[in-house]
């Protein structure tokens, strides 16, 4: 990930009814919500929550897909990891993780893929 990319996903999270709506389409992974769903859940009303995926799909956090007439909405994983590993390449003075005990679950995690 570019620097450049890594702002404009940080930016698209760091307004609280887009982080929510992002944390919201990360737990319901894999099947992911549809805008309706998303509006009940968050209490956003469908034109703010309209605005809002959109952000998150500009940022290459979230894509649509079209299953008949409706839309459903799913967290881009691979670009929120690539984002967490841009945040977290240079931790640990070049130790690696696996050798800092406040790093070892993150190290874990890209071992397993998540």
């Given at each position: ?24 389409l ?13 509006s ?75």
């Amino acid at each position: 990930m570019e620097e450049n990319e890594a702002i404009v996903a940080l930016t698209a999270l760091a307004q609280t009814a887009r982080l929510r709506v992002f944390r919201a389409l990360v737990g319901a992974e894999p099947l992911g919500l549809t805008p309706g769903e998303l509006s009940a859940m968050l209490d956003l009303p469908a034109s703010t929550l309209s605005f809002h995926l959109k952000e998150l799909v500009h940022a290459g956090l979230a894509t649509p897909s079209r299953t008949g007439r409706s839309l459903n909405y799913r967290p881009s994983l691979t670009h929120m990891n690539a984002l967490l590993d841009y945040l977290s390449a240079h931790c640990c003075q070049g130790a690696g993780c696996e050798s800092v005990p406040a790093c070892a679950p993150r190290a874990r995690s890209r071992r397993l893929g998540v």
